[in-house]
DNA sequence: ATGATTTCCTGTAGGC
DNA sequence: TGCCTACAGGAAATCA
């Protein structure tokens, strides 16, 4: 199916395309759809408003589902919001009630008058549900607020967030609370594409670099939602089917293999306690 | 205040 | 064959 994509690396993670394919395929495959019962496997992945999970969403109709960050969030009627944090290894699937319960299924959703279920699966447990309802006040964890979204993100906030910020562009790029939804595959992609070295101070890129940067994160990030994201050993589709972004990926996952552009093979080292592909040519500015 | 480091958790792969 | 260890990382917690 698909090969490891590099030694001792196999286990990527759902970031914004892969979240933003997600919405759109249970968007067109839930809407309208009315909640009929629930199972949660286990309490301790649920946070958010206390009561049980089934209480509060039951008989509810499902009015869309949208991404925000990373998170897949089904809105319900009446001001419910199921909110979805995929962390490393979390699923979100629409299968066939009989189909088999693979481990590590946390919480299945029915609907009235259909054959099918919402499950969520999440191996690391990294991930969770927030029950959104007006009564989460202090039920379980917090769930953080993040920044903006990059696709939408005006070059001159961009610009604000970079300025004086001496840690280095690609831990700032990871920050959720600066900026909303890139993960480390895609960080790394889009600081190759603008040829920028990720360890380069933030406030240190120039106006030019920054305009460069912003639009390839813009550009990498629409190209991975075109191609329904990235297909490892965890992501997949609700329909079971594969992304196919992982093969234009540039520099994640492809250490000592040459760089496209000048043969050079691609390194990689760590910053903020991640793995980091980059060009030791292409990349440029570190200081 | 800022940024770097550690922690949570399981599956997979590689070494022996 | 099977045990053991290292490693992957989002985000919160902790440390310097």
Redesign the pocket.
């Known amino acids: 199916m698909h090969a490891?994509i590099g030694?001792?690396?196999?286990?990527?993670?759902p970031?914004l395309p892969e979240a933003e394919t997600i919405a759109r395929q249970l968007h067109a495959g839930l809407a309208g759809a009315v909640v009929s019962s629930v199972r949660v496997q286990r309490a301790d992945i649920l946070h958010g408003d206390p009561r049980p999970l089934a209480a509060v969403i039951r008989r509810r109709r499902v009015e869309g589902v949208t991404r925000r960050?990373?998170?897949v969030q089904v809105q319900l009627d009446g001001g419910v919001m199921l909110v979805f944090?995929l962390?490393?290894?979390g699923r979100l699937t629409l299968v066939p009630r009989a189909a088999p319960v693979e481990?590590?299924t946390h919480v299945c959703i029915r609907f009235r008058a259909r054959g099918d279920e919402l499950r969520f699966r999440d191996?690391?447990?990294?991930g969770g549900v927030w029950c959104l309802s007006g009564r989460e006040a202090y039920a379980g964890?917090?769930?953080?607020e993040v920044g903006p979204e990059p696709l939408t993100l005006e070059q001159s906030a961009f610009a604000a967030i970079l300025k004086d910020?001496?840690?280095?562009i690609k831990?700032l790029l990871?920050d959720?609370t600066l900026i909303a939804g890139l993960?480390?595959?895609y960080c790394d992609e889009a600081l190759f594409a603008a040829g920028i070295h990720p360890l380069t101070p933030?406030g240190a890129l120039d106006g030019p670099s920054a305009q460069r940067l912003l639009r390839a994160i813009k550009r990498t990030l629409n190209r991975a939602i075109d191609a329904n994201g990235s297909t490892l050993?965890d992501y997949r589709r609700p329909d079971g089917l594969d992304g196919s972004y992982q093969f234009s990926h540039k520099v994640y996952g492809r250490l000592g293999e040459p760089c496209r552009r000048c043969r050079v093979p691609i390194e990689k080292l760590t910053i903020?306690?991640?793995?980091t592909h980059l060009c030791p040519v292409c990349q440029v500015g570190r200081r």
Do not use: D, W, Y
Request: glycine residues 12%; aromatic residues 2%.
């Open positions: 490891p030694p001792g690396i196999h286990e990527p993670v970031e960050a990373k998170r944090r962390g490393m290894s481990p590590h191996p690391r447990r990294f964890r917090r769930m953080g910020r001496r840690r280095s831990s990871l959720q993960g480390n595959i933030a050993s903020a306690g991640r793995t």
